[in-house]
């Protein structure tokens, strides 16, 4: 069964400084990857998404990530983030094998200081 | 727009009481799921349904079933609560395949006593 670790549970910055959360998955086949986001009281929802084609996927507000299919890893990131960033991340696997399954990583709290 | 709602936002039980959870979607989406979310776990797949009648299950279906008579609603149920059942529950649609993005509901906060 496929896993997902997430290296940092919780993160503290100030605002403009760069943010990168770490996302490692333990499956060996095609994967689909993606990344989550839930803001403070409000519902999940898609930041970004990976499925095929260039490794490094533009999402909403600003966020990127690199698949680097050699090192299992999908880390996500902002050059400068603001306050508004708050939020817990998630990182999730599909393992193309598993149908319509996801498996999440842990989450992240980030916490962006004023 | 995507709404995926959820019958309550708060609920708490008491402990070997049976409990319902309901999802109600309006994108007519085939594929719905059921997760808990707990904190340092994220979110563990309790059971998924890809068709009226069909289901499949998670990673953690014990203590827990599901029942799909609508497409559009897709209810959890707890035979038997427990007080390792406190948790948050969240229901999700799709309407493709797994590269398809998720609609989440707002949660329902059950804790049992």
């Known amino acids: 069964a496929q896993s997902v670790s997430q290296h940092n549970h919780h993160v503290i910055l100030s605002e403009a400084a760069s943010l990168e959360l770490g996302c490692n998955y333990s499956?060996?086949?095609?994967?689909?990857l993606f990344w989550y986001v839930q803001y403070p009281g409000q519902h999940l929802q898609l930041l970004l998404k990976y499925f095929s084609g260039d490794p490094l996927v533009k999402g909403i507000k600003g966020f990127e990530a690199e698949f680097i299919k050699s090192k299992f890893s999908f880390n996500l990131r902002k050059p400068s983030v603001q306050w508004s960033d708050t939020a817990e991340y998630f990182c999730a696997v599909n393992a193309r094998a598993a149908g319509n399954k996801l498996t999440f990583g842990g989450g992240t709290r980030v916490l962006v200081k004023p | 727009d995507v709404k995926v709602t959820q019958s309550s936002r708060y609920l708490v039980k008491r402990t070997g009481e049976k409990v319902f959870l309901e999802c109600v979607q309006d994108?007519?989406?085939?594929?719905m799921f059921w997760y808990r979310q707990d904190p340092g776990l994220g979110l563990r797949l309790i059971y998924f349904s890809y068709d009226v009648k069909m289901k499949e299950k998670g990673d953690i279906p014990e203590g827990y079933s599901v029942s799909r008579e609508k497409k559009e609603r897709f209810s959890l149920i707890l035979e038997s609560a427990s007080t390792n059942q406190t948790s948050m529950y969240l229901c999700?649609?799709?309407?493709?395949?797994?590269?398809?993005?998720?609609?989440f509901g707002p949660g329902t906060r059950l804790t049992v006593t």
């Open positions: 994108m007519d989406h085939e594929n």
């Open positions: 999700a649609s799709t309407s493709g395949g797994p590269d398809y993005e998720q609609y």
């Open positions: 499956y060996g086949g095609t994967v689909n």
